[in-house]
């Protein structure tokens, strides 16, 4: 826990200007995204240590504190940043390498409930765009980009960029019958 913990709060370096430790104590006090990856790395270190309550207890605390529901038996390497967590969410057998970024409504997960062990993996250098979903047995190759509102069903090779479709304007009825008759 210590050395993923380590490695995680060393990333802050690159986000934040300040000398150490004070951007570590900023971070403690005022950024939910270190927040929640501190809260969930002591609720997996409960879990991986058949632990009882504590773990589930604290993945509760990290969802009531700071928006993100991560279980406390998903995986994450060294080196995770969560960038404004509120509302990320993360099932139970994820597994994510080393350096991944999540940004705010990111989902990874099973595609239901009767399929809860087909849940993704995400190789190292990985970063997920808000509002991005990964859902099902899925992996995503290392250092790919899941770009904002991206839903991904299928693998990833590693190297990859995946982008959702843009937004596509649609008019009232009213607005194309008014165009027509000019």
Same mark, same amino acid.
Not at 123 to 126: I, R, S
């Given at each position: 826990?210590?050395?993923?913990?380590?490695?995680?709060?060393?990333?802050?370096?690159?986000?934040?200007?300040r000398?150490?430790p004070?951007?570590?104590v900023e971070?403690?006090?005022?950024?939910t995204?270190?927040q929640?990856?501190?809260?969930?790395r002591?609720?997996?270190?409960?879990?991986?240590r058949?632990?009882?309550v504590?773990?589930?207890?604290?993945a509760?605390?990290?969802?009531?504190v700071t928006?993100?529901?991560?279980?406390?038996?998903?995986?994450?390497g060294?080196?995770l940043?969560?960038?404004?967590?509120?509302?990320i969410?993360?099932?139970n057998?994820?597994?994510?390498?080393r350096?991944?970024?999540?940004?705010?409504? =990111? $989902?990874?997960?099973? *595609?239901?409930?009767? !399929?809860?062990?087909e849940? /993704?993996s995400l190789?190292?250098?990985?970063t997920?765009g808000?509002?991005?979903?990964v859902?099902?047995?899925?992996t995503?190759?290392?250092g790919?980009f899941?770009?904002?509102?991206?839903? =991904? $069903?299928v693998d990833v *090779?590693?190297g990859? !960029?995946?982008i959702?479709? /843009?937004?596509?304007?649609?008019?009232p009825?009213t607005?194309r019958?008014?165009d027509?008759e000019?």
């Open positions: 826990m210590f050395e993923n913990l380590a490695a995680d709060t060393r990333r802050l370096r690159d986000i934040k200007p000398a150490f004070w951007y570590v971070s403690l006090c005022f950024e995204g270190y929640a990856v501190v809260l969930h002591l609720a997996h270190w409960f879990k991986a058949h632990i009882p504590f773990g589930p207890a604290i509760r605390w990290n969802q009531f928006g993100v529901d991560i279980a406390p038996a998903a995986r994450f060294p080196g940043r969560i960038s404004h967590g509120t509302g969410v993360v099932g057998g994820v597994v994510a390498g350096n991944c970024v999540l940004m705010q409504n =990111v $989902t990874l997960g099973a *595609p239901t409930t009767a !399929r809860i062990d849940m /993704p190789g190292d250098d990985v997920l808000a509002g991005s979903a859902i099902g047995r899925v995503i190759g290392d790919c899941i770009g904002a509102h991206a839903l =991904v $069903t *090779p590693a990859s !960029r995946v959702a479709r /843009p937004a596509i304007e649609l008019r009825s607005a019958r008014r027509s000019s």
